[in-house]
């Protein structure tokens, strides 16, 4: 017979393996990011007061929760997730910043990004391969797309890190829309 500590530790493993491989079949694996390496993205968008931040597989939240209580910003973000969706509201809520984060459960290949100023992606190539060109009609032309880690196929960054772990990339630049497909 197990006790009750065990039943808990087992419980706890279980949800956590939840957390970090079942996203894996979806579109992206789980990765908590530093508080450094946050601001670092923030900071590479360029993110202004008042702009939309959109974070498609937002996890807990804490890129837009940041982007809100430090750079003045709006944030939204679909997580599939609804563990993670539990905790993210839990966190925008105490960090005070509720009111201007919104976290969406759902599928991100289903969510509309219409409204973000800059369009934040931690996500594998095979999800990039899924979301993009298509999701490019949905977007504003003059939307700014961050990605960490992975870059975009067949598109050229505005801007890369030293390290090279950021890319960025622009569609206004000239061109229209249409003319990404
Ligand atoms: C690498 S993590 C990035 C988390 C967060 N964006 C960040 O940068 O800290 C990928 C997240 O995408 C979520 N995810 C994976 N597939 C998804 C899908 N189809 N729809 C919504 N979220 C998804 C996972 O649950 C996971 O939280």
Not at 80 to 97: E, Q, W
Not at 138 to 159: A, D, N, Q, W
Not at 168 to 173: E, F, V
């Amino acid at each position: 017979m197990l006790e009750l500590p065990t039943i808990l530790l087992i419980c706890g493993l279980l949800i956590l393996a939840g957390m970090v491989i079942l996203p894996i079949f979806f579109g992206a694996p789980w990765h908590p990011l530093m508080p450094g390496t946050i601001r670092r993205i923030l900071r590479f968008a360029e993110v202004g007061p008042g702009e939309t931040v959109c974070d498609l597989g937002c996890g807990e939240g804490r890129v837009l929760i940041t982007a809100a209580k430090e750079f003045s910003a709006r944030a939204i973000g679909v997580e599939i997730d609804p563990l993670k969706v539990v905790l993210a509201r839990l966190l925008t809520r105490i960090n005070g910043v509720d009111d201007r984060v919104n976290i969406v459960r759902g599928n991100l290949f289903d969510f509309d990004p219409g409204s973000a100023d800059v369009l934040y992606l931690y996500l594998t190539h095979q999800a990039m391969d899924k979301l993009f060109p298509e999701i490019l009609k949905k977007l504003k032309p003059s939307v700014r797309i961050v990605s960490y880690r992975f870059c975009l196929r067949g598109m050229t960054p505005e801007k890369v890190s030293e390290d090279k772990t950021l890319f960025l990339y622009q569609l206004d630049k000239g061109s229209k829309i249409n003319s990404y497909y």
